[in-house]
């Protein structure tokens, strides 16, 4: 999806150093998207605000499909693991 891509090169971007306006810019999105995004990002990867959500809950949250949402952790340094169910007590 079109979408997809921009989100994950809007992480690629931030990863790089370039600045919120720049982004949105050179990937022709509009300034509150790219904010309202990167917002998005830093909650789940840099703040750790999964609030027990598993990868599925978090890359439905974003709305990026799996690959993309994997994408995007790498950029934030989180080799985000698919939780196995433990059974026992």
Same mark, same amino acid.
């Given at each position: 999806?079109?979408?997809?891509?921009?989100?994950?090169?809007?992480?690629? !971007?931030?990863?790089? *150093?370039?600045?919120?306006? @720049?982004?949105?810019?050179? +990937?022709?999105?509009?300034?509150?998207?790219?904010?309202?995004?990167?917002?998005?990002?830093?909650?789940?990867?840099?703040?750790?605000? !999964?609030?027990?959500e *598993?990868?599925?809950?978090s @890359?439905?949250?974003?709305? +990026?499909?799996?690959?993309?949402f994997?994408?995007?952790?790498?950029?934030?340094?989180?080799?985000?693991?698919?939780?196995?169910?433990e059974?026992?007590?």
């Open positions: 999806m079109e979408l997809d891509r921009k989100l994950v090169d809007v992480a690629r !971007l931030n990863s790089e *150093g370039v600045g919120r306006n @720049s982004i949105a810019d050179q +990937l022709g999105l509009e300034r509150i998207v790219v904010a309202n995004y990167l917002d998005i990002f830093s909650d789940i990867f840099e703040n750790g605000d !999964l609030s027990g *598993g990868h599925r809950e @890359s439905e949250r974003t709305g +990026l499909s799996s690959q993309s994997d994408d995007v952790a790498r950029f934030y340094g989180v080799g985000f693991r698919r939780r196995k169910r059974s026992g007590s």
